[in-house]
């Protein structure tokens, strides 16, 4: 009977080992290319996947044809010529095995990530926020030259070769649209109208977690100068231990673990450039000072690692909320618009589309078009007016303080009455409300109670009033004077 049984056993693992090298044998590509798909125009287009090791793989597209030979790991990789944007194409994948991808067109991709008002869908989310008339723009929302892929929540501790879950892109009907990401939907559909081309809009988003989670681990490390944000994880990791993991931080908080799971499959894919709507969560005291620095280190480290050069990166500060006093909401504000000093970035200021009681404000509509107006700019050259007022400079005069803005060709305007938000400090760094006025294109702040003021901001508050604006109608961003680190 023994002998029988081991028989049995020993022709099961003959089994399974010939169904692993079966298995193993099948060409095989990564999920984020599937039918439906936008492949990046304008340059090569690189196209990737997993074989058995030495096995040749061929890859045609539109009349081009290419063949690789798998690595000693199983891994192959080829680039397909530059392509004008156009379709729908076929692309086949040979090897012991044929895949046929079919509808894909050839445009330009952006990927759109952050936290919940990025993740935020066109249905909303049940019970607690929606999109201002959202049933009529998911009626609407069929495009076919507009394609999605949703990318589930993942986070892991290394860097990942694929997505997981089931990803597949699609055309962007009501049924899909509606469980997108409102603010890329938006921004996409007035992309693809405006350009005219076929666009690609890749959500890789979850909500309520820190920038620190989207950067890598060698990006973060890097920088000593950021070792606070492994210090503040540890603390919150060690407060409130469970008998699970002795954690009480969630593995989406975890310095690089959203990187690995949702970013670093799709570091070989091409993109047109990436939109970014994330900070509420890094606005706690002690961990928005270092905001600045962790997304700039956020910012240097996709780029280098997609290895496209400084791609348009474009964000939506975040908006106007009353919050607690246990955040910080202008210094994060203030954080992004320093951001700015990096090569082909843009600024959607959100302020006055806020809602001072919900963290999710209802208008994306707005959110998305003014990312769409910076891409206009930056990313497709367009001579159009894409940012509000941004500060620039102070002069000190009659015991006053005179700001200079930058986007103010055509003057600035105090919205619905007198000018609103401004603060200035003395010595002390003790702000202090003061009346301000706009003289051509700069403001004066002044108040006989603070005869020689040294600093001023600007809408600091976690939901200030504030209502300057450039004559294109978009509002100014907060800021300080104050000299940050």
């Not at 309520?208 to 503040?232: I, K, Q, R, Y």
């Given at each position: 009977?023994?002998?029988?049984?081991a028989?049995?056993?020993?022709?099961?693992?003959?089994?399974?080992?010939?169904?692993?090298?079966?298995?193993?044998?099948?060409?095989?590509?990564?999920?984020?290319?599937?039918?439906?798909?936008?492949?990046?125009?304008?340059?090569?287009?690189?196209?990737?996947?997993?074989?058995?090791?030495?096995?040749?793989?061929?890859?045609?597209?539109?009349?081009?044809?290419?063949?690789?030979?798998?690595?000693?790991?199983?891994?192959?990789?080829?680039?397909?010529?530059?392509?004008?944007?156009?379709?729908?194409f076929?692309?086949?994948?040979s090897?012991?095995?044929?895949?046929?991808?079919?509808?894909?067109?050839?445009?330009?991709?952006?990927?759109?990530?952050?936290?919940?008002?990025?993740?935020?869908?066109?249905?909303?989310?049940?019970?607690?926020?929606?999109?201002?008339?959202?049933?009529?723009?998911?009626?609407?929302?069929?495009?076919?030259?507009?394609?999605l892929?949703?990318i589930?929540?993942?986070?892991?501790?290394?860097?990942?070769?694929?997505?997981?879950?089931?990803?597949?892109?699609?055309?962007?009907?009501?049924?899909?649209?509606?469980?997108?990401s409102?603010?890329?939907?938006?921004?996409?559909r007035?992309?693809?109208?405006?350009?005219?081309?076929?666009?690609?809009?890749?959500?890789?988003?979850?909500?309520?977690?820190?920038?620190?989670?989207?950067?890598?681990?060698?990006?973060?490390?890097?920088?000593?100068?950021?070792?606070?944000?492994?210090?503040?994880?540890?603390?919150?990791?060690?407060?409130?231990?469970?008998?699970?993991?002795?954690?009480?931080?969630?593995?989406?908080?975890?310095?690089?673990?959203?990187?690995?799971?949702?970013?670093?499959?799709?570091?070989?894919?091409?993109?047109?450039?990436?939109?970014?709507?994330?900070?509420?969560?890094?606005?706690?005291?002690?961990?928005?000072?270092?905001?600045?620095?962790?997304?700039?280190?956020?910012?240097?480290?996709?780029?280098?690692?997609?290895?496209?050069?400084?791609?348009?990166?474009?964000?939506?500060?975040?908006?106007?909320?009353?919050?607690?006093?246990?955040?910080?909401?202008?210094?994060?504000?203030?954080?992004?618009?320093?951001?700015?000093?990096?090569?082909?970035?843009?600024?959607?200021?959100?302020?006055?589309?806020?809602?001072?009681d919900?963290?999710?404000?209802?208008?994306?509509?707005?959110?998305?078009?003014?990312?769409?107006?910076?891409?206009r700019?930056?990313?497709?050259?367009?001579?159009?007016?894409?940012?509000?007022?941004?500060?620039?400079?102070?002069?000190?005069?009659?015991?006053?303080?005179?700001?200079?803005?930058?986007?103010?060709?055509?003057?600035?305007?105090?919205?619905?009455?007198?000018?609103?938000?401004?603060?200035?400090?003395g010595?002390?760094?003790?702000?202090?409300?003061a009346?301000?006025?706009?003289?051509?294109?700069?403001?004066?702040?002044?108040?006989?109670d603070?005869?020689?003021?040294?600093?001023?901001?600007?809408?600091?508050?976690?939901?200030?009033?504030?209502?300057?604006?450039?004559?294109?109608?978009?509002?100014?961003?907060?800021?300080?004077?104050?000299?940050r680190?």
């Amino acid at each position: 009977m023994r002998t029988i049984e081991a028989h049995s056993r020993f022709l099961t693992l003959v089994l399974l080992a010939f169904t692993a090298v079966a298995a193993r044998a099948e060409v095989r590509l990564p999920k984020i290319f599937s039918s439906h798909m936008v492949l990046q125009r304008d340059q090569p287009i690189h196209i990737w996947g997993f074989s058995d090791p030495a096995e040749k793989v061929s890859a045609s597209l539109s009349g081009a044809n290419r063949s690789t030979i798998g690595d000693s790991l199983g891994h192959w990789s080829l680039y397909l010529p530059a392509q004008s944007a156009g379709g729908p194409f076929r692309l086949t994948i040979s090897g012991s095995n044929k895949i046929v991808l079919e509808d894909i067109l050839i445009g330009d991709v952006w990927f759109a990530s952050g936290q919940s008002n990025m993740e935020m869908p066109l249905n909303g989310f049940p019970k607690s926020a929606f999109v201002q008339n959202s049933a009529e723009e998911i009626k609407n929302a069929n495009h076919s030259n507009l394609r999605l892929l949703l990318i589930h929540r993942t986070a892991t501790q290394y860097p990942q070769n694929d997505f997981q879950g089931d990803v597949a892109w699609t055309t962007c009907t009501p049924e899909t649209a509606a469980k997108f990401s409102a603010v890329a939907y938006f921004f996409g559909r007035d992309i693809q109208s405006k350009e005219n081309v076929p666009i690609g809009l890749i959500d890789s988003t979850w909500g309520g977690t820190p920038a620190e989670a989207w950067v890598s681990l060698d990006g973060l490390s890097a920088d000593a100068g950021l070792m606070p944000v492994f210090a503040s994880w540890a603390r919150m990791a060690d407060a409130q231990p469970n008998s699970h993991s002795g954690r009480a931080a969630p593995d989406s908080w975890d310095p690089s673990w959203l990187f690995n799971g949702m970013i670093a499959p799709a570091l070989h894919f091409g993109i047109k450039g990436v939109i970014w709507y994330q900070g509420e969560s890094n606005s706690k005291l002690d961990r928005a000072p270092m905001y600045h620095r962790v997304f700039s280190s956020l910012i240097g480290d996709w780029r280098s690692r997609w290895g496209e050069g400084n791609f348009p990166f474009l964000f939506a500060q975040i908006s106007s909320f009353k919050s607690n006093p246990t955040e910080d909401w202008g210094t994060i504000r203030d954080a992004q618009r320093r951001t700015l000093s990096a090569a082909n970035t843009g600024m959607a200021v959100t302020l006055d589309v806020g809602n001072p009681d919900n963290v999710h404000p209802a208008d994306k509509q707005t959110v998305g078009a003014r990312l769409a107006l910076a891409a206009r700019a930056i990313a497709y050259h367009e001579n159009v007016e894409y940012s509000g007022p941004l500060f620039r400079e102070t002069t000190t005069e009659n015991g006053g303080i005179r700001i200079w803005f930058t986007h103010v060709d055509h003057g600035l305007v105090a919205k619905g009455g007198a000018l609103q938000g401004f603060e200035i400090a003395g010595d002390d760094g003790r702000f202090v409300p003061a009346p301000a006025q706009i003289d051509g294109e700069s403001v004066v702040v002044s108040t006989p109670d603070m005869p020689a003021p040294k600093y001023v901001r600007y809408a600091w508050q976690n939901a200030p009033d504030a209502n300057l604006y450039n004559s294109a109608g978009l509002p100014a961003s907060t800021f300080t004077s104050e000299q940050r680190p």
